[in-house]
């Protein structure tokens, strides 16, 4: 049974472009972590950055407006926030919010990077 | 002492069958056993896949609703109720601490209003407001046509 949630980050460069994989569940408890992921690649200087939520299997309200603060950051800078997503679960939270129209949404993290 | 008629008391007792109470302190961490609750709800109740993991996330909105985002010395008590036809979840969120500023019921952040977009979608109904000074906030779900096992 499982007792607490779960969620895990690893970052990979992908030609030159930063990609956070992104594991579990991103809820009220675990989207804080993810701010702060964001906002440390946002001051290390990344401006393109890949959120890899191909492993993700639940984002609530919390997750999406974290993401939605990480792209206006780097849309500010120069750079873009983008997506990889496939779980059909998941791109249906994106869907019903209308951030499909927000966020570039790919179906792998190598198509996220050659956009 | 009044007196309830055996088919009368079968009924309330059917009803009883059909609820579940869950009383938790309000803390982030602990928002997956709500959803872990009404998942298990909606498939007690027979409910599809997809609505199984619609409720999921609609309890998960309603709780954030509640309790925001942060840890407070709150608890949350949530009931489950469950027909053959629908599913309603209300909630309260209580403190011990009466000088505690209740949770912002209002859609004035964007993460509210990401939140009140995810609940229209997947629920046929649902609200908030303040019972005892306790907020309150509740939804309903109807089954789905064609879904039914």
Request: glycine residues 6%.
């Amino acid at each position: 049974m499982t007792t607490e949630v779960q969620f895990e980050m690893a970052e990979t460069e992908l030609r030159g472009v930063m990609v956070l994989r992104v594991e579990g569940e991103v809820d009220v408890s675990t989207a804080p972590q993810l701010r702060e992921r964001l906002l440390s690649l946002a001051d290390r200087g990344h401006t393109l950055v890949v959120v890899d939520l191909s492993t993700v299997s639940f984002v609530d309200s919390t997750a999406l407006g974290v993401l939605v603060s990480g792209v206006k950051r780097l849309r500010a800078a120069g750079g873009d926030l983008r997506l990889v997503v496939t779980e059909r679960r998941v791109l249906k939270v994106f869907e019903i919010t209308g951030l499909t129209a927000v966020f570039a949404i790919h179906p792998t993290a190598d198509d996220a990077v050659r956009a | 002492m009044t007196e309830t008629s055996p088919a009368v008391a079968g009924e309330a007792m059917a009803a009883d069958r059909n609820q579940v109470e869950l009383s938790l302190p309000a803390r982030p961490d602990l928002l997956f056993l709500v959803r872990m609750t009404a998942a298990a709800v909606a498939s007690r109740a027979d409910f599809g896949y997809d609505q199984v993991e619609d409720l999921r996330l609609a309890i998960d909105e309603l709780a954030v609703t509640l309790c925001g985002d942060q840890a407070s010395d709150g608890r949350m008590q949530l009931l489950f109720k469950w027909t053959e036809h629908a599913i309603e979840v209300v909630g309260v969120y209580e403190s011990d601490h009466a000088e505690r500023r209740p949770p912002d019921l209002s859609p004035s952040n964007a993460t509210n209003e990401l939140s009140s977009r995810i609940l229209e979608a997947l629920v046929d109904e649902h609200g908030v407001d303040v019972v005892g000074g306790c907020p309150r906030a509740w939804l309903r779900m109807r089954r789905r046509k064609g879904t039914r096992p």
